[in-house]
């Protein structure tokens, strides 16, 4: 069984994600973290992020893992890389990418299939486009100011004022839900929790409360 968790940045994905992993004890697969190596490895190869040929050739015989939370690039854990501004900076130009994201899911459905096909996958169009069929999906959202709040407390803000965090999730909203592929937006039959005002405990509860329903 697939558990989709889709929604914008700041919001409470990963957190959220990962404690419905350890409470269903199923993997936990983040596919913003594909995106990110995606262009972490354009960048690597001196490529253009905005040119897809690029991205496709940079990610031609490169092997990818996510293990424990961690993505494993050629056997190296590089959760850390994928989160430098420069790799941040790009990723929504490589994520609106047509054929990357043909290339990107297919890593990602692959990954669920060699774990059983049964995995809580994050992101942004898990329950629209990688597992339309997933029983259980949900779309977090929150609002703008928590969410930059939020955003303010992980690693990859350090040094920057709550004004341009905000700034910088306006910008990476519009351009993830503006693109012609894939947008982001919740599936027709998701459920939407508002996190804004609650616990990460209380979202977990609410989504594992949807599990039990099945
Ligand atoms: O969740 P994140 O910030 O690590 O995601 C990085 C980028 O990848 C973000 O700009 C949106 C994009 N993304 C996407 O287009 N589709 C997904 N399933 C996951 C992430």
């Given at each position: 069984m697939v558990v989709a968790i889709d929604g914008p940045s700041g919001v409470g994905k990963s957190t959220v994600s990962r404690a419905v992993a350890a409470a269903l004890g199923l993997p936990y697969l983040?596919?913003?973290?594909?995106?990110?190596?995606?262009?972490?490895?354009?960048?690597r190869a001196g490529g253009d992020p905005a040119d897809p040929e690029a991205v496709l050739t940079a990610l031609k015989n490169v092997e990818v893992d996510f293990v424990g939370g961690r993505l494993l690039l050629d056997g190296v854990d590089v959760s850390a890389d994928l989160r430098s501004p420069e790799v941040t900076a790009s990723v929504s130009a490589v994520a609106a990418h047509q054929k990357v994201r043909v290339a990107v899911v297919e890593l990602q459905r692959a990954w669920v299939e060699r774990h059983g096909g049964d995995a809580v996958v994050e992101g942004?169009?898990?329950?629209?486009?990688?597992?339309?069929h997933a029983p259980v999906k949900v779309f977090l959202v929150a609002d703008p100011e928590v969410r930059a709040?939020?955003?303010?407390?992980?690693?990859e803000a350090a040094g920057h004022t709550i004004d341009s965090i905000?700034?910088?999730?306006?910008r990476r909203d519009h351009l993830d839900s503006s693109r012609e592929t894939s947008p982001l937006r919740p599936a027709a039959d998701a459920v939407t929790?508002?996190?804004?005002?609650?616990?990460?405990a209380q979202v977990v509860a609410r989504v594992l409360d949807l599990v039990g329903t099945l």
């Amino acid at each position: 069984m697939v558990v989709a968790i889709d929604g914008p940045s700041g919001v409470g994905k990963s957190t959220v994600s990962r404690a419905v992993a350890a409470a269903l004890g199923l993997p936990y697969l983040d596919t913003g973290a594909y995106y990110r190596m995606a262009t972490l490895v354009t960048l690597r190869a001196g490529g253009d992020p905005a040119d897809p040929e690029a991205v496709l050739t940079a990610l031609k015989n490169v092997e990818v893992d996510f293990v424990g939370g961690r993505l494993l690039l050629d056997g190296v854990d590089v959760s850390a890389d994928l989160r430098s501004p420069e790799v941040t900076a790009s990723v929504s130009a490589v994520a609106a990418h047509q054929k990357v994201r043909v290339a990107v899911v297919e890593l990602q459905r692959a990954w669920v299939e060699r774990h059983g096909g049964d995995a809580v996958v994050e992101g942004r169009d898990i329950g629209t486009v990688v597992f339309p069929h997933a029983p259980v999906k949900v779309f977090l959202v929150a609002d703008p100011e928590v969410r930059a709040r939020r955003r303010a407390g992980d690693p990859e803000a350090a040094g920057h004022t709550i004004d341009s965090i905000r700034e910088q999730i306006a910008r990476r909203d519009h351009l993830d839900s503006s693109r012609e592929t894939s947008p982001l937006r919740p599936a027709a039959d998701a459920v939407t929790i508002d996190t804004s005002q609650l616990s990460i405990a209380q979202v977990v509860a609410r989504v594992l409360d949807l599990v039990g329903t099945l």
